[in-house]
């Protein structure tokens, strides 16, 4: 059973039934994450889709809003009895929070949730939005993990992409953030920017890692449409690397990571032992998350749903309800079986065959025997101890593999 709802702000599980014997497939009840989304930055980047507005006059009422919403979720009975465990505060540019809108909403989290003892409470910054003062408050805000937007080292990509920083920019805020005693800070890098090379791309990944930050996200840069990359794409103002090269960059960022001491354990994310974002891998786990502020997502077994992605509307709709969801979706028991493949074989730890078979009631090793022999013997797959993983030429068509095997 499939429901959308557009444009309404009243709770799925108010207004259609669910099948909730379906409620067997995610852990629910175990940890809650919390993301906040911060839809303002103060310009916007040639390859981002995201939801964010370049006017920063609402931010105060945007933050207000927030608050409530955090109020109206923590009534809720799907919210009531979880214990949050990461919260994330997502953009947008989040670092463009004051730090005293940041701790109010840590606070009333805090206030109405019950969270974890070592709850892990990220942000995401612009390295340029960085000073003492706002590290210092940040930490007695609770934040223990920054993440930053870093992209590349070298500047002329960076002015390409649209970023408002510079490579040394970089240096400086992790220096910063050192000395202010954060030790789980992440980068996140894009490859696969037009004009970018096997040695620029090289350069970028060393550089990271000569800061040592605990975790990094490295992402292949995706044209969507509707943002000025697409624009100047389709008008052949610049070119994308071909496959060929993007398939060299993903198997060099493999290699440097892995050989400074980083694991993969997603197809695009790298932590030292112990530093793999827990925010993140909820989200891959199919574990319950509330997304409050505009745009944001939630999911609480078997319902999905997103708020408004439109500023004044967001505020509005808070401010006299409460919550503001636009469109919402039980998920079907099929759409379920899809996304457990998918997000399982982006894990490195892969798809759990025994799981599998009680979720599903099928045992994929002999329902997709054919495909899963053929991607073995390609060398896009492997087989461990009763899971099925994929190795870097895999995951490198991920997509195609799901689609083959769902
Ligand atoms: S800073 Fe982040 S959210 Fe803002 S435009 Fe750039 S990529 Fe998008």
Not at 114 to 138: F, K, V
Not at 194 to 206: C, N
Not at 261 to 272: C, V, W
Request: with cysteine.
């Amino acid at each position: 059973m499939t429901l959308l709802l557009s444009g309404q702000q009243i709770p799925l599980w108010l207004t259609a039934p669910v099948d909730l014997s379906l409620g067997f497939f995610y852990n629910n009840g175990v940890a809650l994450s919390v993301y906040i989304h911060v839809p303002f930055c103060r310009t916007k980047c040639v390859y981002c889709d995201f939801y964010s507005v370049t006017d920063l006059t609402a931010t105060r009422a945007y933050h207000d809003s927030l608050l409530k919403e955090i109020q109206y979720h923590a009534k809720d009975v799907r919210c009531r009895d979880e214990t949050i465990d990461t919260v994330f505060f997502g953009g947008g540019t989040p670092s463009l929070s004051s730090p005293a809108q940041v701790d109010r909403i840590v606070k009333a989290l805090w206030k109405q949730f019950e969270h974890t003892q070592y709850a892990e409470l990220t942000l995401e910054a612009n390295p340029d939005d960085l000073t003492d003062q706002i590290a210092e408050r940040w930490r007695d805000c609770g934040i223990n993990r920054i993440s930053l937007g870093v992209q590349s080292f070298r500047d002329s990509e960076l002015v390409f992409l649209g970023r408002r920083h510079s490579s040394a920019a970089v240096d400086r805020a992790s220096d910063l953030l050192r000395s202010h005693d954060f030790r789980n800070i992440s980068f996140d890098l894009i490859y696969g920017v037009p004009g970018q090379t096997l040695e620029s791309w090289r350069e970028s990944l060393m550089r990271a890692t000569e800061l040592c930050p605990e975790h990094l996200s490295a992402y292949c840069l995706t044209v969507e449409s509707g943002t000025p990359l697409h624009g100047m794409i389709a008008r052949r103002e610049v070119n994308l690397p071909d496959d060929e090269l993007l398939r060299d960059m993903f198997f060099l960022t493999i290699e440097t990571l892995t050989s400074s001491g980083y694991h993969q354990y997603e197809i695009s994310n790298f932590a030292l032992p112990g530093f793999e974002c827990r925010h993140n891998l909820a989200y891959w786990t199919g574990r319950s998350y509330l997304g409050l502020g505009a745009a944001a997502a939630s999911y609480f077994h078997p319902a999905r749903w997103k708020n408004i992605s439109d500023l004044s509307r967001y505020i509005a709709e808070v401010n006299s309800t409460g919550c503001a969801i636009g469109e919402a979706e039980a998920l079907d028991a099929e759409t379920m079986r899809r996304e457990y493949v998918m997000l399982s074989l982006r894990l490195t730890q892969g798809l759990d065959c025994v799981d599998y078979a009680k979720k599903f009631g099928e045992d994929i090793r002999k329902t997709r025997s054919e495909i899963i022999g053929a991607l073995i013997a390609n060398g896009m797959m492997k087989r461990y101890d009763g899971h099925l993983t994929l190795t870097p030429a895999g995951m490198f068509v991920s997509d195609e593999i799901v689609t083959r095997l769902t």
